[in-house]
Structures are given as structure tokens and as C-alpha cells.
């Protein structure tokens, strides 16, 4: 236990000097396999190890596919349609914003793309309608925190490979707490809208309305096509990546003609860097916890917990408290493969599924993307929106509040998260 404290204090000083996460990780991991003297010759086995997984092939797959969705122009589609479904409504513009994030944010695979491609668009006619930036900011924030929970966020794939579970299990678990969020978002935006005076926009003709649906149509189709191909048994989720690059390419090529060749490369040069910064994460993580098992941390977890005989519920409020703690700090992927390695056995041991508790830390993932002091997600909407953090954090508070709300929730009620995978006859 002293060299895995050791290992602690090394990787923590490092991160403090902001040395990269995955370094630190690293060359804490390496001092402390020195100290073990460890055999050197199985180190690259190990590594290998840790992205050895059929499941982790989905990643560069869907990072592919919400890239090529931001060039087509998807955003400008979803925004459309949903404001010819409820722009003119009491809090419609609002809530319009809280269904194209929703949505976005689960085609595209990334929160933090989602909210720089809506927000740009969103904020400021929000604001020429009687939002302040700050409001505006907050909304479609706060609905790109609980759209980390629509599939396919990689943050799912990512536990899906470090944890070991069905990435299709977890697709299908984060569907109805991610509705949950949503629709008590909606709810909150549109009494606000009513308290600060937001008038609704004006109804949109019947033409107008059938070609926002024409045109969004298409993007609709893509989420039902792969998720019905998931749930179906048609395809795997990582197959179903391929599928969603192809029906991209599809869309921007002969649907709408607006992806050219040097967007293709762009696309591609970006995926390969955001893929190797996650696949680079996960390989460290192999001998991360390759230290942590031989020297028996996720065991002495187990005894230690076990003797306070605490129950599954106080054991995820726990956790939960510690992700959202951690996640106002650090990064995502960093928080995952630091703790899941250890967090595993302990799940295991009380008996809850591990697709159960990848919804639960999915969700406090999400809410410490958007919390001060660091909410890397945050910033990027702070920067669309142009306001700072510390005036798009009070108006932001209440819609984390819910999502927090939903995600205690869950961890009491393990049947609703569980509830579409089982019907489906998954493995949870």
C-alpha cells in the first residue's frame, strides 16, 4: 500500500505542474512498476492489453460520424424542425435549444462539439428575443450535460472498454434518464421563459413547417437507423459506427451536397487526434491498474468496504458525490481511468451491474463537465456565447440541480435505468 501511495503523490504533484493527465498517469505507473521490479518484457503486452477490445473499434467510428455530421450542417436542420414543432409555444426557443442539444449531442458523440456547433446559432437569437447571453448560455448547457447520457457518447464506449460491459446494454440504459433530464429541463425553461417575459414566436406556416421536416428528416434518420440496428440484433454498436460514417457520407455527399473533399480531410485529420488522446488514456490505464492488482488495492477496497456493510444506494451516492467533486477539476476520460479500474471490484462485490453503475457516473460526468471552477464543456459555451463563467453560473445552477436530482434517482431505482435493456433481452 506504500508504493501505491507513492504512485498517488508522484501522479498528483505531476498533474498540479499540468503535466498531461495520460502522462502523469503514466510515469507514476512506470516508478511504481520500477520499484516492483517487474519483468520490463511484459510491459508492452500489457499496454496492448489495454486497447485490445473489439468494443473500443467504435470510437474512431463515431468520432468520424459526428464530424462529418457538423460539415453537412445537421445543427441547422435539427434547429429548424424543432422550432417548427414548438417555437411557438410559451419557452419554445428555449426549449428548442434543449432538444436540438439533447439530440445533437447524441448523433454527434461529443458534448462539447454539440455545444459549440448550437450554441453559435442558438445564443444569439436567443438573445435578440429577450434571453440574456447568460440565460441563454445556461440553457443549452445545461441540455448538453444531460445529453451526455444519449447514446452514442464516448464516454459510454469508453467505460464500455475499462469496465468490460456491453456498450449495447449501455446504449440502450441511458435512453430514459436522458428523456428524464430533458423533459425536466423543458419544463424549468418554460416557466422561466413565462418569469422574465420571453414571448413565443410566431407560428410557422404549414409550408414552412413541412420543409423544416423535409429537411430535417433525413438527420432523424440516422439515430433510428443505428439504434434500431443495435437493439434489432441486426449489427454490433461498434458495426454500427461503420454504418453511421456511411449514412454521413451519404447525407453530406447526396442528400444535402455540402461535404467536399477537403472537409473529408479535415474531419479525418481531427478524429485522428481526438482518437489518439482517448486510445493513448486508455492504454496507459492497462498498467495503471496492472500496479493497482498486484499489489492488491481493488481486494483491500473489498474488505475495507464490506466491513461498513454499506448498501448499494449509499455506496453510489458515495460515488456520485466523488465524480461530480472530481469532474469540476478534471477531465472525463481522466476521471474514468483513474477510478473504474478501482471503483470495479467494489461494484462487483455489492452485487450492482455494471451497466447500471455506467449510467450513474455517465451522468455525474456530464454535470462536472458544466461545474466551475474548470467545466471544460462549460468554457467552450461560455466562449460561443460570449459571457464569462462566474455570470452563466448562477442561471445554470438550477438545470445541473435537476440532472443531479435524476442521476440520485437512478442510483435508488436501479430497475428504471435497467428497465429498456432488459425488455430487450441484453445482458446487464
Same mark, same amino acid.
Given at each position: 500500500?506504500?508504493?501505491?501511495?507513492?504512485? &498517488?503523490?508522484?501522479?498528483?504533484?505531476?498533474?498540479?505542474?499540468?503535466?498531461?493527465?495520460?502522462?502523469?498517469?503514466?510515469?507514476? $505507473?512506470? $516508478?511504481?512498476?520500477?520499484?516492483?521490479?517487474?519483468?520490463?518484457?511484459?510491459?508492452?503486452?500489457?499496454?496492448?492489453?489495454?486497447?485490445?477490445?473489439?468494443?473500443?473499434?467504435?470510437?474512431?467510428?463515431?468520432?468520424?460520424?459526428?464530424?462529418?455530421?457538423?460539415?453537412?450542417?445537421?445543427?441547422?436542420?435539427?434547429?429548424?424542425?424543432?422550432?417548427?414543432?414548438?417555437?411557438?409555444?410559451?419557452?419554445?426557443?428555449?426549449?428548442?435549444?434543449?432538444?436540438?442539444?439533447?439530440?445533437?449531442?447524441?448523433?454527434?458523440?461529443? &458534448?462539447?462539439?454539440?455545444?459549440?456547433?448550437?450554441?453559435?446559432?442558438?445564443?444569439?437569437?436567443?438573445?435578440?428575443?429577450?434571453?440574456?447571453?447568460?440565460?441563454?448560455?445556461?440553457?443549452?448547457?445545461?441540455? $448538453?450535460?444531460?445529453?451526455?447520457?444519449?447514446?452514442?457518447?464516448?464516454?459510454?464506449?469508453? !467505460?464500455?472498454?475499462? $469496465?468490460?460491459?456491453?456498450?449495447?446494454?449501455?446504449?440502450?440504459?441511458?435512453?430514459?434518464?436522458?428523456?428524464?433530464?430533458?423533459?425536466?429541463?423543458?419544463?424549468?425553461?418554460?416557466?422561466?421563459?413565462?418569469?422574465?417575459?420571453?414571448?413565443?414566436?410566431?407560428?410557422?406556416?404549414?409550408?414552412?413547417?413541412?420543409?423544416?421536416?423535409?429537411?430535417?428528416?433525413?438527420?432523424?434518420?440516422?439515430?433510428?437507423?443505428?439504434?434500431?440496428?443495435?437493439?434489432?440484433?441486426?449489427?454490433?454498436?461498434?458495426?454500427?459506427?461503420?454504418?453511421?460514417?456511411?449514412?454521413?457520407?451519404?447525407?453530406?455527399?447526396?442528400?444535402?451536397?455540402?461535404?467536399?473533399?477537403?472537409?473529408?480531410?479535415?474531419?479525418?485529420?481531427?478524429?485522428?487526434?481526438?482518437?489518439?488522446?482517448?486510445?493513448?488514456?486508455?492504454?496507459?490505464?492497462?498498467?495503471?491498474?496492472?500496479? @493497482?492488482?498486484?499489489?492488491?488495492?481493488?481486494?483491500?477496497?473489498?474488505?475495507?468496504?464490506?466491513?461498513?456493510?454499506?448498501?448499494?444506494?449509499?455506496?453510489?451516492?458515495?460515488?456520485?458525490?466523488?465524480?461530480?467533486?472530481?469532474?469540476?477539476?478534471?477531465?472525463?476520460?481522466?476521471?474514468?481511468?483513474?477510478?473504474?479500474?478501482?471503483?470495479?471490484?467494489?461494484?462487483?462485490?455489492?452485487?450492482?451491474?455494471?451497466?447500471? !453503475?455506467?449510467?450513474?457516473?455517465?451522468?455525474?460526468?456530464?454535470?462536472?463537465?458544466?461545474?466551475?471552477?474548470?467545466?471544460?464543456?462549460?468554457?467552450?459555451?461560455?466562449?460561443?456565447?460570449?459571457?464569462?463563467?462566474?455570470?452563466?453560473?448562477?442561471? @445554470?445552477?438550477?438545470?445541473?440541480?435537476?440532472?443531479?436530482?435524476?442521476?440520485? @434517482?437512478?442510483?435508488?431505482?436501479?430497475?428504471?435505468? @435497467?428497465?429498456?435493456?432488459?425488455?430487450?433481452?441484453? &445482458?446487464?
Amino acid at each position: 500500500m506504500t508504493l501505491v501511495a507513492g504512485m &498517488t503523490v508522484l501522479m498528483l504533484a505531476l498533474l498540479l505542474v499540468s503535466v498531461p493527465v495520460a502522462f502523469a498517469v503514466g510515469v507514476s $505507473a512506470v $516508478a511504481a512498476l520500477t520499484a516492483m521490479g517487474i519483468d520490463w518484457q511484459l510491459v508492452p503486452a500489457r499496454l496492448f492489453t489495454g486497447v485490445d477490445s473489439f468494443t473500443l473499434l467504435a470510437i474512431p467510428m463515431y468520432v468520424v460520424a459526428g464530424g462529418l455530421m457538423l460539415k453537412v450542417g445537421i445543427a441547422d436542420k435539427l434547429i429548424n424542425l424543432a422550432l417548427a414543432a414548438i417555437g411557438h409555444r410559451r419557452g419554445g426557443l428555449g426549449n428548442t435549444a434543449v432538444i436540438s442539444s439533447v439530440l445533437f449531442s447524441g448523433i454527434s458523440g461529443s &458534448t462539447s462539439a454539440a455545444t459549440a456547433a448550437l450554441g453559435s446559432i442558438l445564443i444569439p437569437s436567443m438573445h435578440s428575443r429577450g434571453y440574456s447571453r447568460a440565460d441563454a448560455t445556461a440553457i443549452l448547457s445545461g441540455a $448538453a450535460a444531460a445529453g451526455i447520457l444519449v447514446p452514442p457518447a464516448m464516454s459510454m464506449i469508453v !467505460f464500455s472498454g475499462l $469496465a468490460g460491459s456491453s456498450v449495447s446494454a449501455l446504449f440502450a440504459a441511458g435512453f430514459l434518464p436522458a428523456l428524464c433530464c430533458a423533459a425536466a429541463i423543458m419544463v424549468y425553461v418554460r416557466w422561466h421563459a413565462g418569469r422574465i417575459g420571453v414571448a413565443p414566436l410566431p407560428r410557422l406556416s404549414r409550408v414552412e413547417r413541412l420543409r423544416a421536416l423535409r429537411e430535417g428528416l433525413p438527420s432523424l434518420v440516422l439515430p433510428i437507423m443505428v439504434f434500431g440496428g443495435i437493439f434489432g440484433g441486426i449489427f454490433t454498436a461498434t458495426e454500427a459506427g461503420v454504418v453511421a460514417v456511411l449514412y454521413a457520407l451519404f447525407l453530406g455527399g447526396v442528400v444535402y451536397r455540402t461535404l467536399s473533399l477537403n472537409d473529408l480531410y479535415e474531419v479525418l485529420t481531427a478524429a485522428v487526434q481526438t482518437c489518439g488522446v482517448v486510445l493513448i488514456m486508455v492504454t496507459i490505464s492497462g498498467i495503471f491498474s496492472w500496479v @493497482l492488482t498486484a499489489n492488491q488495492v481493488p481486494q483491500f477496497l473489498v474488505d475495507t468496504i464490506g466491513g461498513y456493510e454499506l448498501s448499494q444506494f449509499l455506496f453510489l451516492l458515495c460515488i456520485i458525490v466523488i465524480f461530480i467533486l472530481l469532474g469540476m477539476i478534471m477531465d472525463e476520460l481522466a476521471i474514468m481511468v483513474m477510478l473504474i479500474p478501482i471503483a470495479m471490484p467494489l461494484v462487483n462485490a455489492l452485487g450492482i451491474s455494471p451497466v447500471h !453503475f455506467g449510467v450513474v457516473i455517465i451522468g455525474c460526468v456530464g454535470i462536472g463537465l458544466f461545474s466551475p471552477p474548470v467545466a471544460s464543456a462549460l468554457l467552450v459555451a461560455c466562449s460561443v456565447g460570449q459571457v464569462k463563467m462566474e455570470e452563466v453560473a448562477r442561471p @445554470l445552477a438550477p438545470h445541473l440541480l435537476i440532472i443531479t436530482a435524476v442521476v440520485i @434517482l437512478l442510483a435508488a431505482v436501479p430497475g428504471f435505468t @435497467l428497465l429498456l435493456p432488459r425488455l430487450l433481452g441484453m &445482458t446487464v
